[in-house]
């Protein structure tokens, strides 16, 4: 198995939202299936939404980056195995498979897109979101 630092995560269930984190990590179970096992480490905010995707067993998609905010996101299907409060804060436990290595190009292209945006605007959104995503 390997291990890698999470550092973001974005929920890609019913909107794209953004989930803050104060730590996490990533571990390639390395088994046959290609299973990921994914820790986000936040605050409660996001209890509800969380307990919620465990109880439904929802399987939602995600981006996850590891190593430095400065990765490309990788494209992930996941459950929430477990969500485990901790003082003020959570620990949310998600299995996971990755979908395909997202080109970030891409990623922000299509969420651009999706939000309806064309033209001038499309294009200084783009380079915007690429600056700030790339560092």
Known sequence: ????KLVSLTLL???KQN???I???MINKEDENKRWL???YMDQTYRELFTSLKESGTTFDALVTISRTTNDPAHIH???RSVTMMGERMSVLMDATIVKRSN????VLEDLVQR???GETLLQQFKQQMHTKRG
Not at 1 to 4: A, G, H, P, Q, V
Not at 104 to 107: H, K, N, T
Request: glycine residues 8%; proline residues 4%; aromatic residues 4%.
């Open 116 to 118: 309806g945006l064309h």
């Open 104 to 107: 970030l190009a891409e990623v």
């Open 1 to 4: 198995m390997k291990t890698f």
């Open 13 to 15: 269930h019913e909107q």
């Open 78 to 80: 996941a459950t929430v």
């Open 19 to 21: 989930i803050p984190l």
């Open 23 to 25: 730590d996490g990590l």
């Open 38 to 40: 994914v820790e986000a």
